[in-house]
């Protein structure tokens, strides 16, 4: 399966909001997929208890789980992806267990200097963990709760290509997230009429996201053909597969073993007297210390 992770340091930039929506947006094509709450205040399985009231016949259901955070690195089987919710003011070993596991990280941030400069710190310690330095765990950044009316959008783009953070995507502010979010509903569950314009906004990061989330790979560990396995090998010479029948039955076949040679006695060893001990008189307890040096 495929790990997402929300990550921001600071409260209310809309990590839980950007959650929900792709976990319903995975789910209403058809995908299995869990969402996982590491916050402690569990925003995301009260929207899944509210959600699970809805006649939702085009979604697929999505998994909740309330992750401890000591065991944050194991997602449960069974499902395809993985959206993980996670708490604000993620730094140090958390975050490095988070980026250990995650194949995506995706970074909510609003138009203000003091969210700028949170996720700038944020990028900043992630670059400097192996997955995302090598690139095998990738970072983007989304803008939340842009006004279109302003350069939001603009100011936003031109600091994330200065970290050289790539900038998939913008999410308006409007009350529709809000009406969603309180009903277990997303944008992606409205009809086309009333969400057209919103659900407009995710087609670049869905774009950004499909084909990451299809070359993910996990390793085969058993019944994988395009490993060849060598012969099994008697003396210096490849054995041909009847030797190796015969052999492998040879191992498992009773033998009728007719005599046993006893084995010849050990020699006996005689004890190496010790030496008399040497009595130092006074100068005996300075001994050692000198001997040490």
Not at 64 to 82: C, E, F, I, Q, T
Not at 114 to 129: G, I, K, N, P, Q
Not at 142 to 168: C, H, N, Q, S, Y
Request: one cysteine or more; a positive charge; proline letters at 9%.
């Amino acid at each position: 399966m495929s790990v997402i992770a929300v990550v921001n340091r600071k409260g209310g930039s809309g990590k839980s909001t950007l959650a929900t929506h792709l976990a319903a947006h995975f789910a209403n094509s058809g995908v299995p997929v869990m969402l996982g709450d590491v916050d402690r205040q569990q925003s995301t399985q009260s929207w899944l208890r509210s959600r699970s009231l809805r006649d939702l016949p085009g979604s697929a259901p999505i998994v909740g789980w309330a992750v401890d955070p000591k065991r944050v690195l194991r997602p449960p089987a069974g499902v395809r992806h993985v959206v993980l919710d996670t708490p604000g003011g993620l730094r140090g070993f958390d975050l490095a267990r988070v980026v250990a596991f995650a194949d995506v990280i995706l970074m909510p941030v609003c138009n203000s200097i003091f969210d700028r400069e949170s996720a700038a710190d944020c990028f900043a310690e992630m670059m400097a963990l192996p997955r995302v330095a090598s690139g095998r765990c990738k970072v983007a950044a989304i803008g939340m709760r842009l006004d279109a009316r302003t350069r939001a959008a603009d100011v936003l783009e031109t600091w994330a290509r200065g970290l050289k953070l790539p900038f998939v995507g913008v999410l308006r502010e409007a009350q529709v997230y809000v009406r969603c979010v309180e009903q277990g509903l997303t944008v992606f569950d409205l009809p086309d009429a009333q969400a057209q314009a919103d659900v407009a906004q995710w087609k670049p990061i869905v774009a950004w996201l499909d084909p990451i989330l299809r070359t993910v790979r996990r390793p085969e560990l058993r019944g994988n053909p395009s490993v060849e396995r060598p012969a099994p090998v008697i003396g210096e010479q490849a054995a041909s597969p009847a030797v190796i029948d015969e052999a492998a039955a040879m191992a498992v076949a009773p033998v009728a073993i007719e005599a046993v040679t006893p084995l010849a006695p050990r020699p006996t060893i005689e004890p190496v007297p010790r030496a008399a001990p040497v009595r130092l008189g006074w100068f005996g307890w300075l001994a050692p210390r000198f001997l040490h040096r």
